[in-house]
């Protein structure tokens, strides 16, 4: 069954439980993993796997999490809808996604669109964010990595953001946001870097 935000909402202790890190390898420790009969395969084109995981909480007596695990190394490659990634038809069992020990700089086009994803943990490798790639979850709270430099058409539009940190974190290297990039989010304050060079068109649109 789908894992309920709401009760990790009530279980959780601090505000960056139901949050997507970028770049913060470690930030809550490690996870005990649950013998089961798991879903994944190869990524096309790639040296990168992916598997379904069941995942323990690592705190208290909290339910079983189903953690989309990616591993390997090079970059995901772009597709071009959300239903044609490997994980899609498997979207309403995956809670959360860990790809922490992935040598990846680039995240893929519409890579994670759609899957109501209440938490991602991503490697400090990654520089780009493909387009609609993270949009349409629910991460409340996003910190972004300083070595972050491209954020792409619609990455995080619709996601449910409220806070959104790391960007103007002093040696930052952010140049571009694409248009619509966090668009329809809850945020009321964006501090932005000076290396910034591009804002895309209604990139904070429709932020309340």
Known sequence: MKFKQELLRKT?????VLTLILG???????????????IGGAIDGTDLTWEI???MWPWGDAP??????ITGAGD???????EDTPWWEHRD??????????GMAYIGNNAFRNMGLGNAFTGISITHIGDWAFAGNDFEFISISHRVTHIGVGAFADSNIRSLAGLHAR???????????????NMRSVTLPESLEHIGAEAFASNT
């Open 64 to 69: 079983i999490i189903m953690e989309l695990q």
């Open 53 to 55: 995981v069941e995942t």
């Open 93 to 102: 069992n995956i809670d959360w996604l860990r790809m922490q020990q992935v």
């Open 24 to 38: 913060i390898p470690g930030v809550f420790g490690d996870f005990a993993h649950v013998a089961a009969d798991n």
């Open 12 to 16: 959780a202790a601090v505000s960056l």
């Open 171 to 185: 040696g930052g290297s952010l140049v571009s946001i694409g248009d619509y990039a966090f668009r329809g989010n």
């Open 76 to 82: 995901m490659p772009n597709f071009a809808s959300p």
